[in-house]
């Protein structure tokens, strides 16, 4: 087969791709091919560059049946990757000697790491949904057994767990709520925002609500405003659901009676982490225990909790931090949580102007 002919079509192919030769020399092998193993491929032995028995057996029963074979292969390179590799013979027949045969291999790599890790991210999700729901279906059960049974004519018992009743429809009650939330998030968090928000005014307003909402969170909040804060372009309902939680939390999870500072500060265009656009930064600071190091990278998970039993008896579903994300990754803002033991927790969201 003609060697150009190889090299031409094996460099129009969109993934890894590698032709070998019967003793297993590559040949030929396109661009990205040569990203993932090395720029000198040309001569080398497949097994150096690919020392896995997986995808020798591919490549020996490609040969022994002509048969296009696959396999799958975990590859360590700077992270580790799933590829679907596949092996296929190329032959034709030699017009000058009958029954001659110039063979050669096309081994391919395909990369199915993120459809893997989405399958794992489903069933972990459905896990936590299952866990987090069968918990007061669980409490409900019995509550109902009990009522039926040994409280059917107490009525101080009746009353408390009626009461215990819902509280526990309640918590499945945000909790569809917040799965509801972040479908619809999903689904549009391609689309950026259109309007306009002044910022200061929008936390002032989630603020009061707060306040107004628990004797708790009363003068505790202190909001450090500065000068000409010019507006976000934003979603007014969901940047509100963003500092609701995000406020809500600090004076939830922070000592009693000790304040919650909220600062906003303007960078403008051209400035440390501005863009072209500038950026508009809030910055919540509370007094809590802290969290740990470990924890941070995660709080933004689904269903993830630094402190589980706390959150659940709290009321939290575990999705708040996930749906702040995922509003923020509309708005193309960030959303930043620094953390230290005995010290408190800050929470930075730089918004585009």
Do not use: W
């Not at 009626?162 to 429809?169: A, G, I, K, S, V």
């Amino acid at each position: 087969m003609n060697p150009f002919f190889l090299k031409t079509i094996v460099e129009a192919l969109p993934h890894p791709a590698i032709i070998l030769e019967p003793g297993f020399n590559i040949s030929c092998a396109n661009t990205p091919a040569r990203k993932l193993f090395g720029e000198d491929l040309a001569g080398t032995d497949f097994i150096r560059i690919l020392r896995q028995p997986d995808a020798v057996n591919c490549l020996n029963q490609a040969v022994e049946t002509g048969k296009i074979v696959t396999s799958t292969l975990v590859l360590r390179l700077q992270t580790p990757r799933t590829y679907k590799a596949s092996a296929a013979i190329l032959s034709t027949k030699n017009e000058n000697e009958a029954g001659d045969k110039t063979r050669a291999i096309l081994f391919t790599l395909i990369d199915i790491s993120a459809e893997i890790d989405a399958e794992k991210s489903r069933s972990t999700f459905v896990a936590n949904v299952s866990h987090e729901l069968r918990s007061p279906l669980t409490s409900l059960m019995g509550i109902v057994e009990t009522l039926q049974g040994p409280a059917r004519n107490d009525e101080k018992a009746r009353e408390r767990f009626l009461n215990l009743m819902q509280d526990e429809t309640g918590r499945m009650s945000r909790l569809v709520g917040d799965l509801l939330s972040l479908s619809k998030l999903e689904a549009k968090e391609h689309l950026a925002p259109e309007g306009s928000v002044d910022v200061l005014r929008l936390i002032r307003h989630v603020t009061t609500v707060l306040v107004e909402s628990k004797d708790a969170y009363k003068n505790r909040v202190q909001i450090d405003p500065p000068e000409d804060l010019p507006p976000v372009t934003a979603d007014p309902d969901e940047l509100t659901e963003v500092f609701q939680n995000l406020i809500e939390n600090a004076l939830k999870y922070s000592t009693p009676e000790t304040p919650v500072h909220i600062e906003l500060t303007h960078r403008p265009p051209g400035s440390a982490g501005s863009g072209n656009r500038g950026r508009v930064c809030v910055r919540i600071r509370d007094q809590s225990e802290g969290i740990a190091p470990k924890h941070l990278p995660r709080l933004t998970e689904r269903f993830y909790r630094a402190d589980k039993g706390r959150s659940r008896d709290m009321g939290g579903t575990g999705l708040g931090l996930a749906i702040t994300k995922h509003i923020l990754n509309r708005h193309r803002a960030t959303l930043a949580i620094d953390s230290t033991l005995g010290e408190g927790t800050v929470v930075t969201v730089m918004l585009v102007v």
